[in-house]
């Protein structure tokens, strides 16, 4: 990606982002009031699409996840020295299997927050998650090993791409969240409250304090930004495929992945508003963070060869 590409896709990319933040800032309340699938006094949606995706939205985040760090795994089998390959690939064994115990784990509890019936028995449960983790990392573990072994080592550009964008993304993401303390639209409907702008940072008031009472749990005061559409936004590292496989380098297949990625997010940050968990700022900034973050992945990555520096360094290609 030439210089001049990545400055004037950032030109634009930032002139789209700040009109919207500033629509946002007029008109928040107002789209949340007129998209919300909320009865009065409702805390969660009963609306289908929107409670599918509050259980799941966030899966795509573990799954990149997994999908890096079996990419490192493989690289470090075939090309590391012996000192270096049992240590990363040992790290990247616990790693997947971290990101895919976590996925039901998390379906588990956001179902559960919506009012799903708990299975019966904590030893079934558990039983349960071990094998879908274990079914999801084996799975996406050898799906990259028949990739080949010289995809194997080109892909490890994007794998380290993967990891800074969900890496920074959630810390980004979770610390706005913790600092900013904002209403959410559905706890205003339930439990009534204070309705602030994007750009007011809250802290933790008295008023906040008495509202989480009310609801019985700090989710009611963690709007801003949309931690689901921050972790679906990890597939905006799709744009970085083009710069890893020359089969990608065409025009069309950087259309695709750049609508591909916009749809997907698109479609987590729509089904955050409709539910009442978000405003149209919450899920701006929540994508735009992971959107960002591709970019600056893709300039040092591929522009700056950070990755071939850190293999030779690590002697693992």
């Given amino acids: 990606m030439e210089k001049r590409s990545v400055l004037l896709y950032l030109i634009i990319s930032f002139a789209v982002f700040a ?6 800032a007029v008109f928040d309340y107002d789209l949340s009031g007129f998209l919300a699938d909320l009865k009065e006094g409702e805390y969660y949606s009963s609306n289908g699409f929107s409670r599918f995706i509050e259980i799941y939205g966030e899966t795509p985040l573990y799954l990149f996840l997994c999908y890096a760090f079996a990419v490192i795994y493989w690289n ?5 020295k012996p000192a270096v390959r049992y240590i990363v690939c040992a790290v990247c064994v616990i790693a997947i299997a971290v990101c895919c115990f976590t996925i039901p784990a998390r379906i588990r509890k956001n179902a559960l927050a919506l009012g799903a019936s708990a299975i019966n028995g904590k030893a079934l449960v558990i039983a349960v998650e071990v094998i879908t983790g274990m079914i999801v990392g084996i799975a996406v573990t050898v799906g990259v090993m028949f990739t080949g072994k010289e995809n194997v080592r080109a892909q490890l550009s994007f ?4 990891l800074f964008v969900a890496f920074a993304s959630q810390v980004f993401s979770q610390g706005l969240k913790l600092i900013n303390k904002r209403v959410r639209y559905r706890a205003l409907n339930a439990y009534g409250g204070e309705f602030t702008p994007w750009y007011k940072f809250n802290g933790y008031p008295e008023s906040f304090k008495a509202l989480v009472l009310s609801a019985g749990t700090e989710d009611a005061v963690k709007s801003f930004p949309s931690g689901h559409t921050a972790s679906a936004g990890i597939v905006y590292t799709l744009i970085a495929l083009p710069y890893v496989f020359q089969k990608f380098a065409a025009l069309k297949w950087k ?10 997010t698109g479609i987590v940050a729509y089904a955050r508003i409709r539910m009442g968990a978000h405003y149209f700022s919450d899920v701006l900034f ?9 970019l600056i992945a893709i300039y040092f990555i591929y522009e700056r060869k950070t990755v071939k520096s850190l293999a030779a360094y690590c002697k693992i290609t």
């Fill in 255 to 264: 259309v695709f992945f750049a609508c591909f990625s916009v749809f997907i």
């Fill in 159 to 162: 794998a380290v791409a993967v």
């Fill in 286 to 294: 929540g994508g735009s963070v992971s959107f960002f973050f591709s």
């Fill in 76 to 80: 470090a089998f075939y090309f590391g």
């Fill in 19 to 24: 009109a919207l933040a500033t629509v946002a």
